[in-house]
């Protein structure tokens, strides 16, 4: 191969490593005619001052296969451009960086194996024939779910201690503490989940929200194509921890676990929520996003469901959701009332 190449050969290196090599002495090293083998291509790696790679990684670079083949070979520059583009995608595609990638996955075998096994496609067999969780969650009212929040702890405690001594408070109390309990140990399950498939990216403030929130992943994860995969998914309106830092590392250790995130757009969207999208995109995972357009018809049931939650007419219902999402509309609201 005539020297010529020599140039296009060296910037394909530094391509796939995402650095310059350093200031070496080394000879002129045009792309040789009769191809590279595994340990030519690490020769030539170590000569121009780079890390040398593992067979699975040239592997990768020869056909996008990680079992090794004595034979393989890199005929050519053409093939060459090709291994690099592959490398280069998968380097960004799980972190964002080329160097980054190549020193992490050209020389661990392990680790190479790991992200590129996340690349392949999944059988519906391996799915449907999983076996169930030891531990399954405990399936609560979609109604009572907002009991398991603790931004509204002190709403329930309020409401709980106004009548403290009446029956029908003492009985709501047993209630919430039930409730609470079989939260609890959902949240349990969940940390002992050994694999996690989907993380809802929720942001809930009102009782409603989680009622709805509850609703949505049920149709969702019970649809006819999606309930014969036995999948697993992280539904936090099922799951409660009393202490807020405790429940904020839980949520990521399940946002890191899952293999995506089904991301639920809703009135108020919290930067807390925007930022799990954007972590399992930084993770090379794909994001879901769930976007409602009710029919007036659901219109109309997510207005009744509503005011029966919160025991209140459904024009006033209606007033006091357009006050929560367009304060100006306040003043107005009220003469209209």
Not at 49 to 59: E, K
Not at 201 to 228: P, Q, W
Not at 275 to 282: D, M, Q, R, W
Not at 306 to 328: C, F, H, N, V, W
């Amino acid at each position: 191969m005539e020297s010529t190449q020599q140039e296009p050969f060296k910037e394909l290196l530094i391509d796939l490593t995402g650095q310059k090599a350093p200031p070496l002495d080394a000879p002129e090293m045009p792309f040789p005619s009769t191809g590279l083998g595994y340990s030519q291509f690490n020769e030539t790696l170590l000569r121009l001052g780079y890390d040398r790679v593992s067979t699975s990684y040239f592997q990768y670079l020869v056909d996008g296969e990680i079992e090794y083949q004595p034979r393989a070979e890199i005929r050519n520059l053409e093939e060459l451009a090709q291994g690099v583009k592959r490398a280069k995608t998968l380097a960004l595609l799980f972190f964002g960086n080329v160097k980054f990638g190549f020193k992490t996955l050209s020389g661990d075998d392990s680790k190479l194996r790991h992200y590129f096994a996340l690349t392949q496609p999944v059988s519906l067999e391996s799915y449907e024939h999983r076996h169930r969780p030891v531990f399954p969650i405990d399936q609560i009212d979609a109604t009572d779910t907002y009991l398991l929040g603790y931004l509204v702890d002190k709403e329930i405690e309020r409401a709980l201690e106004v009548n403290a001594d009446d029956a029908a408070a003492l009985e709501r109390k047993q209630q919430v503490k039930e409730i609470r309990r079989r939260g609890l140990r959902n949240h349990h399950a969940y940390l002992v989940s050994d694999h996690l498939d989907v993380y809802v990216a929720t942001s809930m403030r009102e009782r409603h929200e989680y009622a709805e929130i509850a609703e949505i992943t049920s149709r969702v994860f019970r649809h006819e194509r999606l309930s014969s995969l036995n999948l697993r998914w992280f539904d936090p309106t099922l799951a409660y921890c009393p202490d807020r830092i405790d429940k904020g590392l839980s949520e990521a250790l399940m946002l890191s676990r899952a293999l995506c995130t089904l991301y639920l757009a809703q009135e108020i969207d919290t930067l807390g929520k925007d930022s799990e999208l954007a972590s399992t995109l930084a993770q090379g995972k794909p994001v879901i996003a769930y976007v409602p357009s009710p029919t007036d018809e659901q219109l109309v049931e997510s207005v009744k469901s509503m005011a029966k939650l919160y025991g209140k007419s459904e024009p006033q219902t209606i007033l006091d959701r357009l006050k929560a999402l367009s304060p100006t509309l306040a003043a107005e609201g009220d003469r209209l009332a």
